[in-house]
């Protein structure tokens, strides 16, 4: 499967705060912590991403089919105008 960043980019290091006890639980389990770190932050960005678009989508299916409705029956408020 094609990953959806380059790969190949540099490394390069960041400082993150994170809980002691955890890093301590965590380094037992591998010994590549920036390897499960960013794998897991890969993912996140992958889903995040897909989340906006799927939202950005139903924004735009929803202003659509109001579209629609107010070229078929007009707005509400047009009964109700003062000008």
Do not use: C
Not at 33 to 43: F, H, N, R
Not at 50 to 58: D, K, L, N, P
Not at 63 to 83: P, Q
């Amino acid at each position: 499967m094609k990953s959806a960043y380059d790969t190949a980019a540099r490394k390069r290091p960041v400082n993150l705060t994170l809980n002691e006890d955890l890093i301590v639980q965590a380094r037992v389990l591998t010994d590549n912590l920036s390897g499960v770190v960013e794998s897991l932050l890969a993912d996140y960005v992958g889903r995040e991403r897909q989340r906006r678009i799927a939202e950005a989508r139903t924004i735009e299916a929803t202003m659509a089919m109001w579209n629609d409705f107010n070229a078929k029956h007009g707005s509400f408020a047009d009964e109700y105008s003062t000008l």
